[in-house]
Each structure stands twice: as C-alpha cells, then as structure tokens.
Nanobody, 119 residues
C-alpha cells in the first residue's frame, strides 16, 4: 500500500503563508493525479486542490483560488501546496491523497498535517 507523508503545517497569523509538502514514504508509486483535502473541526472533509501529472492540469475549490497553488515534482512524486494570504477559516487538518488513474477514487491518504490560522 502506498504511504504518503505530509509536512509543513503549523500555527500562523492571518495573512501569513505556509507551504505543505506530501511525499511517498518508501517506494515511489504510479499515479494519475494528487490532491489536497482538508477537514476543519466539526466539518466534513473537503477538496482543496488537485494536480494531474500528465499535462499539469490543476483544480481548486473556489475558496482558495488566487491564494493557494498546487505544484509537484513528478520524478519524486512529491506534491506541494503553497498557501498565501491565509485566513482563520483555512484552519484545518490538511491531507494529501493519490488517485491511481483517471476516473478512480483517491485511494491512498496521508496522516494529515495541522494548519492553524489565528486572527
């Protein structure tokens, strides 16, 4: 099973920036795309951003467009989430996940990294 490890979370103030990283632990793996999700206390997990390796297509939830940027290193199968102009409502546990092929569900998840934005 693919294991993903997130890092880079922390406590910041509103308006600050953070960069999250997600890398495979152990062997590398094949995937069609990678995604970032988040779950705030008392809320359901929501999609944040995705990156398709072939072609570099990205997608974002409306609430982060213009503030967050997903990028990746294909050779390392490592994906990043650059988060700028952070808001208190961005506070959540952030997870990365792998989608093995087009049309498949995200099937491998990291353990999550906490991002807390104070006002």
């Amino acid at each position: 099973q693919v294991r993903l490890v997130e890092s880079g979370g922390g406590l910041v103030q509103a308006g600050d920036s953070l960069t999250l990283s997600c890398a495979p632990s152990g062997r590398t793996f094949s995937s069609d795309s990678m995604g970032w999700f988040r779950q705030a206390p008392g809320k359901e997990r929501e999609f944040v951003a995705s990156l398709r390796w072939f072609g570099g297509t990205t997608n974002y939830v409306d609430s982060v467009k213009g503030r967050f940027t997903i990028s990746g290193d294909n050779a390392k199968r490592t994906v990043y989430l650059q988060m700028n102009s952070l808001k208190p409502e961005d506070t959540a546990v952030y997870y990365c996940a792998r989608k093995a092929r087009v049309g498949a569900a995200y099937d491998s998840w990291g353990q999550g990294t906490q991002v807390t934005v104070s006002s």
